[in-house]
Nanobody, 124 residues
Framework: QVQLVESGGGLVQAGGSLRLSCAAS????????MGWFRQAPGKEREFVAA????????LYADSVKGRFTISIDIAKDTLYLQMNSLKPEDTAVYFC?????????????????WGQGTQVTVSS
């Protein structure tokens, strides 16, 4: 079983920055596909960004492109999401997720494992 633990959420003023982390329970050299999703109250999960672990290819939602950066530290087995120029509409619970197979990176139903989520709140 894969365990994912998010951290780094909090309350920040509009225009500020936060860095989210997602630690995996085990190190692996196998290729994996990981992403970040977010969910605001009363709304469905929304794709944010994805990355291929051992390749580095990245994909971003249009709403965060140019503001957010997804990255990995292979030695620490950790996924990151650097969030800059935050807006009130970025307020949500942010989840990291892992999928076993290539493709459908923007579809939350295609992911196999999920973290517990971390709250991000951006004030006006």
């Amino acid at each position: 079983q894969v365990q994912l633990v998010e951290s780094g959420g909090g309350l920040v003023q509009a225009g500020g920055s936060l860095r989210l982390s997602c630690a995996a329970s085990r190190r692996t050299v196998d290729t994996r596909f990981m992403g970040w999703f977010r969910q605001a109250p009363g709304k469905e999960r929304e794709f944010v960004a994805a990355i291929i672990w051992n390749v580095g290819n990245k994909l971003y939602a249009d709403s965060v492109k140019g503001r957010f950066t997804i990255s990995i530290d292979i030695a620490k087995d950790t996924l990151y999401l650097q969030m800059n120029s935050l807006k009130p509409e970025d307020t949500a619970v942010y989840f990291c997720a892992l999928k076993k197979n290539y493709g459908a990176f923007g579809n939350d139903k295609a992911y196999d494992y999920w973290g517990q989520g971390t709250q991000v709140t951006v004030s006006s």
